[in-house]
């Protein structure tokens, strides 16, 4: 880790200095020079940022406004915001919504942002509370935790899968009405079908879970496939696609279209309360985000990691 100086930062048209980030699953893979997402380094990571506008020549933005950024390969194939100050094009940016600091939106972070964009898919796809439960996945982690959390305050039923039962009271205190033991999803079951538990799934952990779930979808249910922290093989029969009328939705946050992310953050910051963001997330500094970012990848942290940028 070494400082840059401020004239290397790539061109932009808005400069937001950052006061907070986040770690996620892909910072994790950046971190540790994995998955080919860096093409030349130096690099900075950090997927999220959070701040105040520096400079601008945006029409959207000015001076002084307060932004949220994430997606766009900004801290992939892009500078991120593990850094003092970011410059990035204002088309990725959105204001800070009324109500959310910085920090709480870094909480929220691509997590959160996701999980968001996955309940919408599936409300759009006809979802309501109505129709039953809503299996979430990988549910301690950060989409997990955010998806948990979100679910519960839209007035679903969510069963929390988790492969940590230590954190079985962490996610029944976000909303969860029951605990699936991750070992109860991870192995075949020999049959294309089995009983149609779930309304609707958000899946963050994908590989031999997401296959075993697409047979335990009620008839026309729907699963938001968001990740690969399993595995990125799927494995499974159309049976359920053909017999059941499910759907998988595919979730990319990276390039949600700017005009729509709006109403996501605004959805988010009306929806999960301020103490919920605040009992998923903890904090760290610059120099602890190597040793997470190979802890992320083993699956061993619990809810989001806010980055303070300036510590
Ligand atoms: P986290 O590491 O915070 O969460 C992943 C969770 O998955 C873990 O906490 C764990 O949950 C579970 N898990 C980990 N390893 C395994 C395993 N080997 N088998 C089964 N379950 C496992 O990561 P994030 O929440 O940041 O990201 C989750 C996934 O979503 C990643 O693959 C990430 O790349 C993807 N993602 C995709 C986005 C998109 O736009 N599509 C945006 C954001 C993230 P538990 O202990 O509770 O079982």
New binding site residues.
């Given amino acids: 880790m070494r400082e840059l100086p401020i004239d290397s930062l790539p061109e932009g048209d808005v400069t937001v200095a950052v006061s907070h980030s986040s770690l996620?699953?892909?910072d994790?893979l950046v971190l540790n020079g994995l998955g080919d997402l860096v093409k030349t380094y130096p690099h900075v990571p950090g997927i999220d940022y959070a701040g105040t506008v520096l400079h601008s020549t945006h029409a959207d933005f000015a001076k002084g406004d307060q932004v949220i950024g994430t997606g766009f390969r900004v801290g992939e194939i892009r500078w991120g915001g593990y850094a003092q100050q970011v410059s990035v094009s204002g088309d990725w940016l959105v204001g800070l919504p009324a109500g959310l600091t910085p920090q709480r939106a870094m909480g929220l972070g691509?997590?959160g942002f996701?999980a968001g964009?996955a309940l919408r898919s599936l409300e759009a796809h006809g979802l309501t509370p109505q129709r039953g439960e809503v299996l979430v996945?990988?549910?301690?982690?950060?989409?997990?935790s955010m998806a948990v959390a979100l679910l519960a305050a839209r007035g679903y039923a969510v069963v929390a899968?988790?492969?940590?039962s230590q954190?079985a009271d962490y996610l029944m205190d976000l909303g969860a009405s029951a605990i699936l033991p991750?070992d109860q999803l991870?192995k075949p079951s020999g049959k294309p079908l089995e009983s149609g538990r779930w309304a609707a799934c958000i899946d963050?952990?994908?590989?031999a879970?997401l296959a075993r779930v697409l047979g335990q979808v009620q008839p026309g249910g729907a699963v938001a496939a968001?990740?690969?922290?399993?595995?990125a093989t799927l494995e499974t029969s159309v049976i359920p696609f053909l017999l059941r009328g499910i759907s998988l939705l595919g979730?990319?946050?990276?390039f949600y279209p700017n005009r729509e992310r709006r109403a996501v953050w605004q959805q988010l910051t009306d929806t999960i309360p301020h103490a919920t963001i605040d009992a998923i997330t903890s904090e760290a500094a610059m120099d602890e985000l190597l040793q997470l970012g190979g802890e992320?990848?083993?699956?061993n942290?619990?809810g989001?990691i806010v980055v303070d940028v300036n510590r």
Avoid: E, F, P, W
Wanted: hydrophobic content about 35%.
């Fill in positions: 996620n699953y892909k994790g691509s997590a996701t964009i996945t990988g549910a301690a982690g950060g989409v997990g899968s988790t492969g940590r954190h991750r991870d963050s952990v994908g590989g879970v968001i990740g690969l922290a399993g595995g979730i990319d946050s990276v992320i990848l083993r699956g942290i619990r989001r």
